[in-house]
């Protein structure tokens, strides 16, 4: 079955450490997408891509990091610059279509800080 | 970025109970999208709207495309203890690039 896979699940990180976040779709789809989700809040877009080697900032992109070196794969680098990183971090992509392609999401990676 | 508005933020009601929550934005709006979030997953498409008055059907889930175009409505018909979850409205940018997400109603349904 096609769809978005994140990984891992739950990471862990020290102070001063880079951590990478997975995202990876089998889905042909030409946009991706990183969010960030605190408790009881919404989702905050942090970066995106439209096509390979180009991305652009969201409205959080301070403290992280992106690329996207393959049309499958938008991996997230939360860096030690990002002083509060304990959230849920939710990858999406879709198709691009004007705005009417609806995006699918990954099942998140919970980040906590040791 | 712009923020969707909506309400309620939470609510707790008795399982066969109809539900209603709507989801409002400053500017107009050419795409509207409901989502359901279970705890510790990812945000899961319920229906889209791509219509100004619109109305969509998925199984008990209704959802309009308000004639304005700045709002929309989501309405579940006898909720089950399924239904818990937050509940999430999205629009795209004027360029299609992003996608703006609402605040999130949070439904609890006691059986």
């Known amino acids: 079955d096609g769809g978005i896979t994140q990984s891992p699940k739950y990471l862990f990180r020290k102070e001063g450490q880079n951590v990478t976040l997975s995202c990876e779709q089998n889905?042909?789809?030409?946009?991706m997408y990183w969010y960030r989700q605190d408790p009881g809040q919404g989702l905050r877009l942090i970066y995106y891509?439209?096509?390979?080697?180009?991305?652009q900032k969201g409205d959080i992109a301070e403290g992280y990091s992106v690329s996207r070196e393959k049309k499958e794969s938008f991996p997230l680098t939360v860096t030690s610059a990002q002083k509060n990183p304990t959230a849920f971090y939710l990858c999406a992509s879709t198709r691009l279509g004007g705005g009417n392609q609806p995006q699918h999401f990954g099942d998140g990676t919970r980040l906590s800080i040791l | 970025g712009q923020q969707l508005n909506q309400s309620p933020q939470s609510m707790f009601i008795q399982e066969g109970e109809d539900v209603s929550m709507n989801c409002t934005s400053s500017?107009?709006?050419?795409?509207w999208l409901w989502y359901k979030q279970d705890p510790g997953e990812g945000p899961v498409l319920l229906i889209a709207l791509y219509k100004a008055g619109e109305l969509t059907s998925n199984g008990r889930l209704t959802a309009q495309f308000g004639i304005t175009r700045k709002d929309s409505f989501l309405n579940i018909s006898a909720s089950i203890p399924s239904d818990v979850g937050i509940y999430f409205c999205a629009g795209p940018s004027n360029t299609g690039n992003q996608f703006y997400f609402g605040t999130g109603t949070s439904l609890t349904v006691i059986p």
């Open positions: 891509s439209q096509i390979v080697n180009d991305f």
């Open positions: 500017s107009i709006f050419n795409t």
């Open positions: 889905l042909n789809h030409d946009a």
